[in-house]
């Protein structure tokens, strides 16, 4: 039984990786599984990159290193929610090529690129048989979902991929998702929110399970999604009841889109994913905990999983059942008790016992006897985290009155140096041609922005026209993606957003010559469909004036003057080595907001270990440098006021639209600036703002997790790996942990009885032992983690036949702070 954890190795720096495989592993992952990003490895053709964040072979051993395997899925068409699904843009221009279907020109490219990755692995032996991690491999990539709109060349195009691949004499298993129509000698694989009723094409394969999504992805405006764990572990539960042997979560670990591989149209730059890592590296509590448990009872029922040749179904119940497996000539049993229904608790009788199961969850029995976890029983401590300012670690004072003056004015900067971006033509290299020019065919995704520039010429009788009959003029784009922003005479007069909409917008011309710019951007390549090569970017149909004297005016195949891309991004003025004779000037108050502005500081790195993050809410929407490294695109567009829930009920099937937060705020405001891309000091921050922003008030800021918080009953499990098949009675325990670095400060609430509320909404019920807090302090203050049996025996009774709970709140604070100093003094 194989527990695979998702990590896509781009998506965190090299000096990020040994902790977040340790993380998996300590989760209870058996496996790394990890999509293979061509793109990256081959910006321009023939040129491989496996450096910095895409050294992969560094990656693959470092998963091998710490005794773990891996999930190799080379795809090369990844989706992802990464820039063009993974393929590099150069593909695009190759004569004649169709995408992935029954095309010489991209099969060609397609198999010089897999063949690479696997020459590549074999050579510095990371395959299995060679005593490396590799045990699986992964050809195409959810192909099934698009197969139709290829027809029969689809078809032929499925067995060309598998034969090829094998052909490559890899040595492992290759493995296709969604593909039902995979061969006999690939295993076809499920992805989705839940895989147990999944049978593979042949009862001579494995049932995989490679993509359980564990979260989902945010678009630019959108909510953030989240998926409780209660439902999480329920789904891998499931899997692993009704036959699975291999579930991987997509994603363990998600990470962040750095520079401009974040996908399209319009995903944020954090591929957190609620994930349970997040995307900074720190644990997502309660959900990295609870599979944790999780996946130490599943590994508990192992050896009766991989002994029975299949499972004893027992129905216990109209929407109750269990699956009992029993190895062989021996005494193993294991088995799993499962409550489908999404609105009641059932009590069943099993084997001549009684348990009770919440709704939609299951109990996992690893002797048949004993009910070790329960996916809805949630015993593990909730984190909460504060994204807050500490003291740079340029700071003379460490002491609290420091910190008290720092976190009025935790800004990045007080001076800014400003640089005006010129508006339309900058370069040498414009040119101009008759029409609409498609705009990756000429950007070559080089870069996110495109002019197109062109003139028009307004009479005396059409100003004499407008004025008579009260007409304004009217700009019309047909279909435009994703966004353009709209200038007549080197003034900006509107913009618009979205995925291939009308573009209406009134325009104010004068007599004589007037310049139309259109300044069209890119926020991320389609990475998911069919034909993604032919989707393009900019504008399509016509471009029009309405409203003249002698009707309207046709501007779709007039002279149109085309720059690519900015004059700073040419003159790369984010670099750390950037020409300081440029034409920067110190920035005042009174000149923001302002459009197309380059913007530069230098900031101090915040002490300590915690992750960094710029708070970048005061701006529009944009890119941002450190020290040359490219951090992402930003943009503060606001979430809908409405669609979030209150409370967040784990019951009943999951899909994206359900347990949506931050509702009527910026999809996202906090940008990951990984530590290893920081100095001490004089870190060079570089910003190009489109629409206007105030650079003065974007912020550094660590995330840490400041509260821990956890609520178990009586009537909860013992930790899982305090089990034994020798069956000694123990008491739930609860077990609060701050990050490493940081000890538990106060016992802000506790009570033993009957609390209500939630985590940092905590309050006393009804029955409350009085020792609660004293009890908790003595054993949990100053430590970094504390555990306390959750009984009478520890508590007193304070209300007799009744179940009781035990709530706690926590503070969290840095081990190097005054408090802890004055301890250790005592």
């Not at 009841?241 to 750095?258: E, I, K, P």
């Not at 197109?452 to 435009?480: F, G, Q």
């Not at 003057?561 to 300081?580: H, I, P, R, W």
């Amino acid at each position: 039984m194989l527990i695979s954890a998702g990590i896509h190795y781009p998506r965190a720096t090299p000096n990020m990786w040994p902790d977040l495989i340790a993380k998996s592993k300590e989760g209870g992952a058996d496996v790394i599984q990890t999509y293979v990003f061509w793109s990256g490895h081959e910006p321009q053709r023939g040129q491989y990159n496996f450096e910095g964040r895409y050294d992969l072979v560094k990656f693959v051993k470092l998963v091998g290193a710490s005794g773990l395997y891996l999930h190799l899925r080379i795809g090369p068409y990844v989706c992802a929610e990464w820039n063009f699904g993974g393929f590099p843009v150069w593909l695009r221009d190759i004569p004649g090529i169709v995408f992935r279907t029954d095309n010489e020109p991209f099969k060609e490219e397609m198999k010089r690129f897999v063949k690479k990755i696997v020459d590549v692995m074999r050579e510095e032996s990371l395959f299995s048989w060679q005593g490396g991690p590799i045990i699986m491999l992964q050809i195409e990539n959810e192909y099934g979902n698009i197969e139709d709109s290829y027809g029969q060349k689809g078809k032929d195009y499925v067995k060309w991929a598998a034969k090829m691949a094998v052909g490559l004499g890899a040595g492992v298993p290759w493995v296709m998702c969604q593909q039902t129509d995979a061969p006999e000698y690939i295993i076809d694989a499920c992805n989705g929110y839940y895989c147990d009723g999944f049978k593979p094409n042949s009862n001579k394969k494995p049932v995989l399970w490679t993509e359980n999504w564990d979260g989902w992805y945010t678009t630019w405006g959108g909510r953030l999604p989240h998926r409780p764990v209660e439902d999480l572990a329920f789904a891998v539960a499931r899997f692993y009841q009704r036959g699975g042997s291999f579930q991987n979560y997509y994603m363990f670990f998600g990470g962040t889109n750095f520079g401009r591989t974040s996908g399209g149209p319009n995903y944020v730059t954090s591929y957190d994913y609620d994930a349970p890592i997040d995307e900074y590296g720190l644990l997502s509590q309660p959900k990295w905990g609870h599979l944790k448990e999780l996946h130490a009872a599943i590994k508990l029922c192992e050896p009766a999983l991989v002994a029975a040749e299949s499972a004893q179904y027992i129905k216990l119940g109209s929407m109750q059942e269990a699956h009992v497996y029993r190895g062989g000539n021996t005494s193993i049993c294991s088995a799993f008790l499962a409550n489908i229904d999404e609105h009641k608790s059932s009590t069943v009788q099993f084997l001549g016992q009684s348990y009770t199961l919440p709704p939609w969850s299951v109990s996992i029995l690893p002797d048949c006897k004993t009910s070790v976890f329960n996916t809805a029983k949630v015993g593990t401590q909730t984190s909460i985290k504060v994204v807050d300012f500490e003291a740079t670690s340029s700071a003379e004072s460490s002491g609290p009155e420091h910190l008290m003056i720092q976190k009025q004015v935790p800004l990045v900067s007080e001076s800014w140096m400003a640089l005006k971006e010129p508006i339309g033509v900058w370069g040498g290299d414009n040119f101009t041609v008759q029409g609409i020019l498609e705009h990756l065919n000429v950007t070559k995704d080089q870069t996110d922005y495109l002019w197109y520039i062109t003139r028009v010429y307004v009479s005396d009788e059409d100003i004499a026209h407008w004025k008579e009959n009260t007409i304004t003029p009217l700009l019309k784009i047909d279909s435009m993606r994703d966004v353009v922003h709209i200038f007549i005479n080197g003034q900006l007069i509107g913009s618009a957003k979205g995925d291939w909409v009308e573009v209406v917008q009134q325009v104010q011309l004068k007599q004589g010559y007037n310049d139309l710019m259109l300044f069209s951007e890119t926020v991320g390549l389609q990475n998911y469909g069919a034909f993604i090569e032919k989707d393009g970017a900019g504008f399509k149909g016509n471009i029009t004036l309405t409203g003249f004297k002698n009707g309207d005016v046709n501007l779709t195949y007039s002279p149109w003057t085309y720059q690519v891309g900015l004059k700073g991004e040419f003159q790369k003025l984010y670099a750390t080595d950037s020409d300081e004779s440029s034409d920067w000037t110190n920035l005042t108050h009174d000149e923001v907001p302002s459009i197309l502005s380059w913007y530069k500081t230098y900031f101090d790195s915040p002490g300590g270990k915690d992750p960094v993050v710029l708070d970048m809410s005061s701006m529009g929407k944009g890119q941002a440098w450190v020290n040359g490294h490219h951090i992402g695109r930003y943009w503060t567009l606001v979430a809908p006021q409405d669609g979030c829930q209150e409370t967040c009920d784990y019951r009943g099937a999951y899909n994206s639209d359900k347990c949506q937060t931050n509702c009527g705020k910026p999809t996202q405001i906090w940008y990951h600036v990984p530590r290893s891309w920081l100095n001490p000091s004089d870190n060079l921050l570089v910003l190009f703002e489109e629409t206007g922003g105030n650079p003065f008030e974007i912020s550094v800021k660590t995330v840490s997790v400041g509260t821990v918080c956890a609520h178990v009953s009586e009537d909860y499990y013992p930790p899982v790996e305090t089990w034994s098949h020798l069956n000694r009675e123990t008491e739930p325990i609860m077990e609060l942990q701050c990050e490493d670095g940081y000890i538990i400060a106060s016992i802000e609430f506790a009570s033993y009885g009957t609390p209500q509320g939630t985590c940092q909404v905590f309050s006393v019920g009804n029955c409350h032992a009085p020792t609660s807090s004293s009890v908790l302090s003595k054993a949990c203050e100053g430590k970094n983690s504390c555990k306390i049996e959750v009984s009478n025996s520890v508590f007193g009774d304070p209300c007799p036949r009744t179940v009781k709970t035990l709530a706690v709140e926590a503070k969290c604070e840095p081990l190097s702070s005054s408090w802890y100093a004055g301890l250790s003094e005592m």
